[in-house]
């Protein structure tokens, strides 16, 4: 009973990552201090903002499963000293050792700790997809890091994941059945998904948004991301959801921040078409409803512009 009450508690307290707040937990690298969602599983809840040198990149949820015969981590962090802070957390909590890095997709808060995990001995799985784009623009995401994270980046080096896979990876640790799925296309390429059918338990990483504005990025097909939203993902039928970013929380507050929004969007952007509206009219669509969310100010513009780029020839 207390701990399904600290459970419902989280699940009630979306306004506390706010972009505002600049470090939650100062004595850390890390935004927040790791929380156990339900039993065995944590989540540091990162800025839902952008990246910044007072939040040190955790901007994203950096979450790890316990077992009686290891841990597996999701995220390798934006850097080694994130990636560090990250496992003391995990010490604190248990003796058992980390076996397992899942990065959620291709991105710098998901890969660039990843140096730190394999200097302790730690294998690391991605998607075949996330590993290409890293590969492609690792460079370029170090880089990124370097200029907004300054001393906090040194020691950081690009590793790629030793392990990949295509549509799923089963890990059985200490009597736990951990699912690594990628349902589909969605936010990023290779994005995962981590789900703990025993216990009714994903952690969905950039699939699903509540508390901040999905970021649409140049050739995404958002007409795919509610495709795999509504089918796979939400035929899991989830009772706990860990998004790439935000608070832990359930299926239809995802829905809610995820495809409803894209979905109303869309419908936006159709009718501006179909009203013979250009590219710079549609940065001009009404996304009033959606102005709750953090991040809007950065992205609801660009989103929009994408999304005209998308449906244009659809």
Not at 7 to 21: M, N
Not at 174 to 195: C, F, K, N
Not at 274 to 300: I, P
Request: charge should be negative; glycine fraction near 8%; charged fraction near 20%.
């Amino acid at each position: 009973m207390k701990q399904l009450t600290l459970a419902l508690a989280i699940l009630a307290a979306p306004a506390l990552a706010h972009e505002d707040i600049a470090d939650k937990y100062p004595q850390s690298e890390l935004y927040n201090k790791p929380v156990q969602v339900i039993p065995h599983v944590y989540s540091a809840i990162g800025a839902t903002a952008p990246p910044t040198y007072e939040n040190s990149g955790h901007n994203n949820n950096l979450s790890f499963i316990v077992t009686n015969e290891g841990v597996v981590v999701v995220n390798g962090g934006a850097s080694v000293r994130l990636a560090k802070a990250l496992h003391d957390e995990i010490k604190a909590v248990t003796d058992q050792p980390v076996k397992l890095v899942i990065n959620e997709n291709g991105q710098g808060h998901a890969m660039l700790g990843n140096a730190y995990w394999v200097d302790q001995g730690v294998d690391i799985l991605a998607h075949k997809d996330a590993i290409e784009v890293w590969e492609a623009d690792g460079g370029f995401i170090l880089q990124g890091m370097e200029r907004y994270n300054r001393d906090k980046a040194e020691g950081t080096r690009l590793v790629t994941p030793n392990l990949s896979f295509d549509d799923k990876h089963v890990v059985e640790m200490g009597g736990v059945t951990i699912e690594v799925l990628h349902l589909g296309p969605a936010h990023d390429p290779g994005d995962v998904q981590v789900w703990i059918p025993q216990w009714d338990i994903i952690i969905a990483g950039d699939l699903a948004f509540h508390e901040r504005m999905p970021p649409i990025f140049p050739g995404i097909c958002t007409s795919c991301w509610i495709e795999t939203f509504d089918g796979p993902f939400t035929d899991l039928n989830a009772t706990y959801v860990i998004p790439g970013h935000g608070h832990p929380t359930n299926m239809e507050m995802v829905r809610m921040g995820t495809t409803d929004y894209l979905k109303d969007l869309r419908e936006k952007i159709g009718a501006h078409i179909d009203e013979g509206g250009d590219l710079a009219g549609a940065y001009y669509v009404d996304q009033e409803r959606w102005k709750y969310m953090d991040t809007f100010e950065e992205l609801a513009t660009k989103n929009a512009g994408r999304v005209f780029e998308e449906m244009e020839w659809e």
